[in-house]
T-cell receptor, first 115, second 112 residues
Framework: DAGVIQSPRHEVTEMGQEVTLRCKPISGHNSLFWYRQTMMRGLELLIYFNNNVPIDDSGMPEDRFSAKMPNASFSTLKIQPSEPRDSAVYFC?????????????FGDGTRLSIL | DAKTTQPPSMDCAEGRAANLPCNHSTISGNEYVYWYRQIHSQGPQYIIHGLKNNETNEMASLIITEDRKSSTLILPHATLRDTAVYYCIVRVAADSSYKLIFGSGTRLLVRP
């Protein structure tokens, strides 16, 4: 079975540029999560969706960050304009929320470097 | 969600059992214990979870004390590929937020 698929795996861009990270959740999962991992702050939840609807975006650092889930099989995390402090590994995860105890399954992340 | 405390690092010899402890003394009756691990450069991987009974799957065993204030993840025959950061997380499974709050975890080094 295909797991959570993220693209690109690596992204290097200059500050001020728009960055779009993509995620394809596991088919049938109805919850999707975006996390960010840095050495300083560890793994942090940015936002999550249930049934394509954003439920909690309290982890989104500022207005430069936005996330969308136009359908059940695709989500994007956009940073505009990007800044060097946005450099991190961004993970997407999905789960089947309706059933209790279902674990989250993570993609392999996008390593983002803002110069 | 209850807070967890884990040792920052541990090591064990290949082929031996790795026992990773986790303290969650403030756990509530409806909170589950979850274990994930993160191998270098990969996303976190779900291992196992439990409420109060001991659990076992193909990856590991989870032993939860009777008072539920601590637990131990057991990798019965550690291999070099088990070298990773292991996270113990406590949360309410039926909580609609379904958030996972990751702490610092335990960095396990499996020695040849």
């Amino acid at each position: 079975d295909a797991g959570v698929i993220q693209s690109p795996r690596h992204e290097v861009t200059e500050m001020g540029q728009e960055v779009t990270l993509r995620c394809k959740p596991i088919s049938g999962h109805n919850s999707l999560f975006w996390y960010r991992q840095t050495m300083m702050r560890g793994l942090e939840l940015l936002i999550y969706f249930n049934n394509n609807v954003p439920i909690d975006d309290s982890g989104m650092p500022e207005d430069r960050f936005s996330a969308k889930m136009p359908n059940a099989s695709f989500s994007t995390l956009k940073i505009q304009p990007s800044e060097p402090r946005d450099s991190a590994v961004y993970f997407c995860a999905s789960s089947f929320m309706t059933a209790v105890n279902q674990p989250q399954h993570f993609g392999d992340g996008t390593r983002l470097s803002i110069l | 969600d209850a807070k967890t405390t884990q040792p920052p690092s541990m090591d064990c010899a290949e082929g031996r059992a790795a026992n990773l402890p986790c303290n969650h003394s403030t756990i509530s009756g409806n909170e589950y214990v979850y274990w994930y691990r993160q191998i270098h450069s990969q996303g976190p991987q779900y291992i196992i979870h439990g409420l109060k009974n001991n659990e076992t799957n193909e990856m590991a065993s989870l032993i939860i004390t009777e008072d539920r204030k601590s637990s131990t993840l057991i990798l019965p025959h550690a291999t070099l590929r088990d070298t990773a950061v292991y996270y113990c997380i406590v949360r309410v499974a039926a909580d609609s937020s379904y958030k996972l709050i990751f702490g610092s975890g335990t960095r396990l080094l499996v020695r040849p």
